[in-house]
């Protein structure tokens, strides 16, 4: 599990929790060095190197997040290690705008994905399908909607490694039982005015991404 700063700590937390509960992977965080990676607003420690990364994993993840995401799509270390490492993962795997990164890596050519609902459609431009799915499925690629679909993506994870009984005993014991007091949950729920509003509150971070996807579509020769 990639950690790095600016990311958005949900992101990581729930499937690390969906991760945890199975007690039969070992989990590591990685970062550049160890150490706490501040994550929107608090601390997620990172126990393993990236060279300290074995070479070879069953699940390769990354979260999203605001703009330490857009720096993550065109570091360039970060994006040699995500495409090491796929090269061997069963599975590669975001949530949120994650996505962006590993498409920002080249991994994402002609599958479906998906990622938070501001910048979905963009992942077209670095050769994903974007799918208005909360979970989606493509061969060895999952990728999970925004932040809250985090746990959607890892009971599914989890459901795919061990199986059904499993997964849903695992969303027993942490208690995942969604009921919202709104349901506001995505555009079309929450309808256009509230849709606007957040539209404009992150309008220079969607126009953040935007120069970071132009410049990476001329590194990929897109």
């Known amino acids: 599990m990639l950690a790095y700063p600016g990311m ?6 729930a499937p690390f929790a969906v991760f945890s509960s199975m007690a039969s992977h070992d989990i590591r965080i990685v970062w550049k060095e160890k150490g706490v990676v501040p ?17 070879e994993v069953e699940l390769l993840f990354v979260p999203g997040g605001s703009a330490g995401t857009v720096a993550m799509m065109e570091d360039r270390e970060i994006l040699a290690f995500l495409s090491s490492r796929a ?65 959607d993506f890892a009971l599914t994870v989890a459901s795919i490694l061990q199986g059904e009984k499993i997964a849903k005993a695992v969303q027993l014991s942490i208690e995942y039982d969604p ?26 971070l969607t126009g953040a991404f935007d120069g970071a996807i132009s410049r990476r579509r001329k590194d990929l020769s897109l």
């Open 8 to 13: 958005f700590a949900l992101d990581l937390v």
């Open 39 to 55: 994550a929107s607003g608090i601390g997620v420690e990172a126990n393993t190197t990236l060279s300290e990364c074995p070479d």
């Open 87 to 151: 090269v061997k993962a069963r599975f590669v795997t975001s949530v949120c705008t994650g996505s962006l990164i590993l498409a920002s890596a080249g991994l994402l050519r002609g599958k479906k994905a998906t990622s938070h609902w501001l910048v979905r459609d963009r992942l077209a431009q670095l050769g994903a399908i974007p799918t208005q799915q909360r979970v989606v499925v493509d061969g060895n690629v999952i990728t999970g909607a925004g932040v809250t679909a985090g746990s």
């Open 179 to 204: 009921d919202p007091p709104f349901d506001a949950g995505s555009p079309a729920k929450a309808g256009p005015e509230i849709t606007r509003f957040v539209e404009g509150v992150y309008a220079g």
